[in-house]
């Protein structure tokens, strides 16, 4: 509602009636969006205190999205005053500098001033800036080959046809990375991304875009062994694992296959290495998967409390690091079911360990470590002492006892964090790494194969370690095709790697 000032009514009832609905619909609006504030607030709130494992993230993020949107709609409704909106001050950050510029110019309607005809000059301007969409376009790009003749010889010359992705498909690489990001980074199945083309005119089955996939992804496949490669060359590691729902044709039913992901994560600690993330496909669960995806890694791998991951330091070459957080959910569960005391301890006594995490987070593993010792040992001390003194007074079966024995036999590896400054408390930074996967199996339900889930494995790779590394991945797959179709050597492959791309396109990233 916007109120015009220089045509008000002069009959003083109606003024005072107009006042009258001004003040009641102001008033209304106020108190809906004090209402609507304070949801948000407590929603918010419910992210970080004890009951933030209650609301799933996802649901959360919708819940904020519906809300922020009723609160800008009576924001938007509230009386202005005046013949212009008046201009307020955002907090929000500048628009990206590579983005394309259109100029736009509103100026008055002549030179002269309408109070005293007097000439009007210019004192200065302002300007804003609006974000504007241009809809995706597709479009056919045309080759012409022009074939030449000799008189004399009768030899034909013509030059040879460019290289194409996919053999004899129309799919440039513009056009495959798209596909690629709609799948697996936005979560689009190709049975929904065929009706986003038809709706354009083309017509573009399922089967067609499986096919492009497939190809794609076998140009990628050298470039998923470097990442890996690199990966595991590394000293510091988080690893764990996901179900992926397998189609079994011959059982006419799915199976559970599983993707292992490896995280780098050294950002906390100032580590030289960049983030990535390692996504490796396997039909099972069994001990020898991450035996055989670790058979060269040395060092120290954060893990969950899956029994496999021991099977891994009979040699000496790998140490176990335990989660904190999968510690804490034991307790945290025992809490929700029954409020016992001693879990509402336990978790008191974890989150003073967490705080002193917060503390150090992102300085240097030296201070780290100081820091551990002189505040998070004697509570480390204290705990496993007060634990051990409780285990006896609990029933052997119940699910307070086998948190406590969860906890105290992984104590060894719980510990660690106090003998080494790069170690995490816990195995979040994987646990990040896989919620794209559950994303995926939300929207794609199963993988249609053992290869589906390879190349669901070698995309997640690529994805993921390109957002870790702030790279926009549509930009640097159509890019890395490209290069690749162009005839990019293969020993150098290093420099596709996402974060040595980025070196060279800042623009892009």
Same mark, same amino acid.
């Given at each position: 509602?916007?109120?015009?000032?220089?045509?008000?009514?002069?009959?003083?009832?109606?003024?005072?009636?107009?006042?009258?609905?001004?003040?009641?619909?102001?008033?209304?609006?106020?108190?809906?969006?004090?209402?609507?504030?304070?949801?948000?607030?407590?929603?918010?709130?419910?992210?970080?205190?004890?009951?933030?494992?209650?609301?799933?993230?996802?649901?959360?993020?919708?819940?904020?999205?519906?809300?922020?949107?009723?609160?800008?709609?009576?924001?938007?409704?509230?009386?202005?005053?005046?013949?212009?909106?008046? =201009?307020?001050?955002?907090?929000?950050?500048?628009?990206? +500098? /590579? @983005?394309?510029?259109? $100029?736009?110019? %509103?100026? !008055?309607?002549?030179?002269?001033?309408?109070?005293?005809?007097?000439?009007?000059?210019?004192?200065?301007?302002?300007?804003?800036?609006?974000?504007?969409?241009?809809?995706?376009?597709?479009?056919?790009?045309?080759?012409?080959?022009?074939?030449?003749?000799?008189?004399?010889?009768?030899?034909?010359?013509?030059?040879?046809?460019?290289?194409?992705?996919?053999?004899?498909?129309?799919?440039?690489?513009?056009?495959?990375?798209?596909?690629?990001?709609?799948?697996?980074?936005?979560?689009?199945?190709?049975?929904?991304?065929?009706?986003?083309?038809?709706?354009?005119?083309?017509?573009?089955?399922?089967?067609?875009?499986?096919?492009?996939?497939?190809?794609?992804?076998?140009?990628?496949?050298?470039?998923? =062994?470097?990442?890996?490669?690199?990966?595991?060359?590394? +000293? /510091? @590691?988080?690893?764990? $694992?996901?179900? %992926?729902? !397998?189609?079994?044709?011959?059982?006419?039913?799915?199976?559970?296959?599983?993707?292992?992901?490896?995280?780098?994560?050294?950002?906390?600690?100032?580590?030289?290495?960049?983030?990535?993330?390692?996504?490796?496909?396997?039909?099972?669960?069994?001990?020898?998967?991450?035996?055989?995806?670790?058979?060269?890694?040395?060092?120290?791998?954060?893990?969950?409390?899956?029994?496999?991951?021991?099977?891994?330091?009979?040699?000496?070459?790998?140490?176990?690091?335990?989660?904190?957080?999968?510690?804490?959910?034991?307790?945290?569960?025992?809490?929700?079911?029954?409020?016992?005391?001693?879990?509402?301890?336990?978790?008191?006594?974890?989150?003073?360990?967490?705080?002193?995490?917060?503390?150090?987070?992102?300085?240097?593993?030296?201070?780290?470590?100081?820091?551990?010792?002189?505040?998070?040992?004697?509570?480390?001390?204290?705990?496993?002492?007060?634990?051990?003194?409780?285990?006896?007074?609990?029933?052997?079966?119940?699910?307070?006892?086998?948190?406590?024995?969860?906890?105290?036999?992984?104590?060894?590896?719980?510990?660690?964090?106090?003998?080494?400054?790069?170690?995490?408390?816990?195995?979040?930074?994987?646990?990040?790494?896989?919620?794209?996967?559950?994303?995926?199996?939300?929207?794609?339900?199963?993988?249609?194969?053992?290869?589906?889930?390879?190349?669901?494995?070698?995309?997640?790779?690529?994805?993921?370690?390109?957002?870790?590394?702030?790279?926009?991945?549509?930009?640097?797959?159509?890019?890395?095709?490209?290069?690749?179709?162009?005839?990019?050597?293969?020993?150098?492959?290093?420099?596709?790697?996402?974060?040595?791309?980025?070196?060279?396109?800042?623009?892009?990233?």
């Amino acid at each position: 509602m916007r109120l015009d000032l220089d045509n008000l009514p002069s009959e003083p009832a109606l003024l005072q009636h107009l006042v009258r609905g001004m003040v009641t619909v102001v008033e209304h609006r106020d108190g809906e969006i004090e209402r609507l504030k304070s949801i948000i607030k407590q929603l918010q709130r419910s992210q970080f205190g004890r009951r933030s494992e209650r609301l799933d993230p996802d649901q959360l993020a919708l819940g904020l999205e519906e809300l922020d949107g009723d609160l800008a709609r009576e924001e938007e409704s509230r009386p202005r005053v005046g013949k212009q909106q008046i =201009e307020q001050q955002s907090h929000r950050k500048p628009l990206p +500098n /590579h @983005l394309p510029r259109e $100029d736009v110019l %509103v100026d !008055v309607d002549g030179t002269i001033c309408a109070g005293c005809g007097g000439a009007l000059h210019t004192i200065g301007e302002s300007v804003s800036e609006m974000l504007d969409w241009v809809p995706a376009q597709l479009r056919v790009i045309r080759t012409t080959r022009p074939k030449y003749a000799c008189r004399t010889c009768e030899t034909v010359v013509q030059a040879p046809a460019p290289e194409r992705l996919i053999a004899g498909g129309l799919a440039t690489p513009a056009l495959l990375a798209q596909v690629l990001v709609s799948k697996y980074c936005d979560h689009t199945p190709l049975y929904r991304q065929s009706q986003i083309f038809a709706r354009n005119g083309v017509d573009l089955p399922r089967s067609t875009l499986a096919g492009w996939v497939g190809g794609a992804c076998w140009w990628l496949e050298a470039l998923h =062994e470097r990442l890996a490669k690199n990966v595991f060359a590394s +000293n /510091h @590691l988080f690893a764990d $694992d996901t179900p %992926v729902p !397998v189609l079994d044709p011959g059982r006419g039913r799915t199976k559970t296959g599983r993707l292992w992901v490896y995280a780098r994560e050294q950002r906390p600690w100032g580590g030289p290495e960049p983030p990535a993330a390692v996504y490796l496909f396997e039909p099972d669960r069994r001990a020898e998967r991450p035996a055989s995806h670790l058979g060269q890694f040395k060092g120290v791998l954060h893990v969950d409390g899956y029994a496999g991951f021991e099977q891994l330091t009979g040699k000496g070459d790998i140490v176990l690091a335990a989660c904190w957080a999968h510690a804490r959910r034991k307790f945290y569960d025992v809490v929700q079911a029954t409020n016992a005391p001693i879990a509402v301890e336990a978790l008191r006594r974890i989150g003073e360990l967490y705080a002193v995490e917060a503390d150090v987070r992102g300085q240097s593993p030296g201070h780290r470590l100081a820091a551990r010792r002189s505040r998070s040992k004697p509570i480390v001390d204290a705990m496993r002492v007060w634990l051990e003194t409780q285990l006896p007074l609990l029933p052997g079966r119940s699910t307070l006892a086998e948190a406590v024995r969860y906890a105290l036999s992984r104590w060894v590896g719980l510990t660690r964090f106090l003998h080494d400054g790069r170690i995490e408390l816990d195995t979040n930074p994987v646990e990040r790494a896989i919620r794209p996967v559950s994303l995926g199996r939300k929207n794609h339900l199963f993988a249609g194969s053992d290869g589906g889930g390879h190349r669901w494995a070698v995309l997640c790779s690529l994805i993921e370690t390109c957002k870790l590394n702030g790279v926009e991945p549509y930009a640097y797959l159509h890019d890395v095709l490209s290069r690749m179709v162009d005839g990019h050597p293969i020993n150098r492959l290093d420099e596709l790697l996402p974060w040595e791309w980025k070196a060279g396109n800042p623009v892009k990233s």
